[in-house]
Each structure stands twice: as structure tokens, then as C-alpha cells.
């Protein structure tokens, strides 16, 4: 895994997480077949191991295939939208980011106390391309965020509303 951090900006020191989980190249049994490896050496060179036997020596690239794309999630509350947030999320399978005011109207609020509308976390994630958006950290006077859902979904179709126990599962593609 690859965690990557990016200074916020808020009135105290803030971060954001990046987490990119890895994953290993598909095996490839046909390159196995035509380097001739042994079966039983398959499983290790499969874990990147190189194997010296039987006056041979066999490497991991001599079975596996082309690399494959990793999961991606991004975190980051209490900030302002800053055009670096996008190239840090940019990707990501998940996104999750504060929407602290789901009301347009709260945009002075916002800047005043450093933080983000529904509307500025969609633009974050439209611009960074991600999978989808999972806005959480409400403001204590928003009782319903999804009664601004719209906001966020006006912009970013992906859009989610967090609330406690959440439980999201991302798997691998393809």
C-alpha cells in the first residue's frame, strides 16, 4: 500500500490521505508454458520471488503480465477546495471529502470557517475524475444533508451521503 499525504487549508494544521492499495500482475500461464517453468515454481514467482534450481534461474517477469491498476481512496476534510486537492484525488475509486454545507447559501460561511459546500466537493471530484463522491463532516445545523443531495448530484452524478456505521466495499476491476 501507498499512502500519500497533502497539506489543507483550514485554521489548523489539516491533512489529506491518499491510499493506494496494489496489486499484483495477472499470471500468465501462457509465458509460463513458453519459458518452460515448472508448475511448482509458479506460486513463488507469482510473489516475486526469484528461484535458482536445477542450474536454471527464474524470474517473476518470465510468468506475469502486464501490471494492474490498484484501488484508490482519498480523504480530505476540514479545507477549502485548492486546485492541488484534484491531482491528489485524481482517480480515485472513492473520494470522500467533507461537505460541511450542502446550502449554496452557506458559501461565506464556508470560506469564513474554512471549509467546503456539497457543490465545491462534487467540482473536486468531476475535476479529479474520481469514481465516486462520499461526502461526509455535516455542519451540527445541516439536520438532513440529504435534503441537499441534489447539490453534489447536480454536478457529480456519483454522489453519496455518509452516515454513521457506513460501510462501502470497492473491489478490483476486471
Given amino acids: 500500500m501507498i499512502i500519500s499525504t497533502l497539506e489543507l487549508e483550514h485554521s489548523t494544521n489539516c491533512l489529506g490521505y491518499s491510499l493506494y492499495f496494489n496489486r499484483k500482475a495477472k499470471f ?12 511448482e515454481f509458479w506460486n513463488r514467482l507469482q510473489k516475486n520471488e526469484i528461484i535458482n ?8 517477469g518470465m ?25 491528489f484525488i ?19 460561511k464556508a470560506i469564513k470557517n474554512k471549509h467546503m459546500t456539497f457543490t465545491e466537493a462534487a467540482v473536486l471530484a468531476l475535476k479529479g475524475e474520481v469514481q465516486e463522491l462520499l461526502l461526509t463532516h455535516f455542519s451540527p445545523s445541516m ?13 457529480f452524478r ?17
Avoid at 439536520?143 to 454536478?155: R, S, V
Avoid at 456519483?158 to 470497492?170: A, C, E, K, L, P
Fill in 53 to 60: 534450481e536445477h542450474g536454471k534461474t527464474y524470474f517473476p
Fill in 90 to 108: 485524481n482517480e480515485s475509486d472513492l473520494f470522500i471529502c467533507e461537505g460541511t454545507y450542502g446550502n449554496d447559501n452557506d458559501i461565506e
Fill in 63 to 87: 510468468v506475469l503480465g502486464k501490471a494492474r491498476r490498484g484501488i484508490k481512496i482519498s480523504f480530505t476534510t476540514d479545507t477549502r477546495p485548492t486546485p492541488n486537492i484534484i491531482s
Fill in 158 to 174: 456519483n454522489s453519496t451521503i455518509g452516515f454513521d456505521r457506513f460501510v462501502r466495499t470497492i473491489s478490483f476491476k476486471d
Fill in 28 to 39: 500468465d500461464v501462457e509465458s509460463a508454458a513458453k519459458n518452460e517453468i515448472p508448475k
Fill in 143 to 155: 439536520l438532513n444533508p440529504d435534503e441537499y443531495k441534489d447539490m453534489a448530484e447536480g454536478i
